[in-house]
T-cell receptor
């Protein structure tokens, strides 16, 4: 069965610090997809990134970067030079090829509440 | 931009009332979903639908039903609201092809008193 663990329930850092959100997943499939979503105080989940299991290349988008390591079943998310606007709950999610498309196949972690203090 | 709109941001209902939560998407997505979000529990899938008039139970369907009469609209129904259904409800939609990302509405915070 698939499972996503976000061990950090809450992280609080001071603005401009770098912060890494951890995500560890479990799956028996060789083909799977990993996602990160951001949920700001407004409530709407915002899609950030999707990676497939065959692409271990790390990705950088501005201040955001993602480190995918199959050897440790991890898909960690780093925010560089954090800003107050980064304060949100961040969810990691996993979808297996066999479960089909869309959110019905998404297994979410319980989320990490990130607080950026000015 | 994909837009998923939920009819209410905040709702207060009395125990025993029949409650309708409405969700509309404008991207012609085949899939639509209702999740419930509670502190410490993350997101849990209540029901989903792959097509008009089609519905499938998720992880926690008890006490809920759904309706999808049109492709763009997916309704969640609480037949007789109870206090343990006080929660944040999130609607989402996506294309049916494998493993596309889902797009979420802004959420409805329902309080049952």
């Amino acid at each position: 069965a698939q499972k996503v663990t976000q061990a950090q329930t809450e992280i609080s850092v001071v603005e401009k610090e770098d912060v890494t959100l951890d995500c560890v997943y479990e799956t028996r499939d060789t083909t799977y997809y990993l996602f990160w979503y951001k949920q700001p105080p407004s409530g709407e989940l915002v899609f950030l990134i999707r990676r497939n299991s065959f692409d271990e290349q790390n990705e950088i988008s501005g201040r955001y970067s993602w480190n995918f390591q199959k050897s440790t079943s991890s898909f960690n998310f780093t925010i560089t030079a954090s800003q107050v606007v980064d304060s949100a709950v961040y969810f990691c999610a996993l979808s297996e090829e066999t479960t089909g498309g869309g959110a019905d196949g998404l297994t979410f972690g319980k989320g990490t509440h990130l607080i950026i203090q000015p | 931009d994909v837009k998923v709109t939920q009819s209410s941001r905040y709702l207060v209902k009395r125990t025993g009332e029949k409650v309708f939560l409405e969700c509309v998407q404008d991207m012609d997505h085949e899939n639509m979903f209702w999740y419930r979000q509670d502190p410490g529990l993350g997101l849990r899938l209540i029901y989903f639908s792959y097509d008009v008039k089609m519905k499938e139970k998720g992880d926690i369907p008890e006490g809920y039903s759904v309706s999808r009469e049109k492709k763009e609209r997916f309704s969640l129904i609480l037949e007789s609201a109870s206090t343990n259904q006080t929660s944040m409800y999130l609607c989402a939609s996506s294309y049916r092809r494998t493993n596309t990302e889902a797009f979420f509405g802004q959420g409805t915070r329902l309080t049952v008193v």
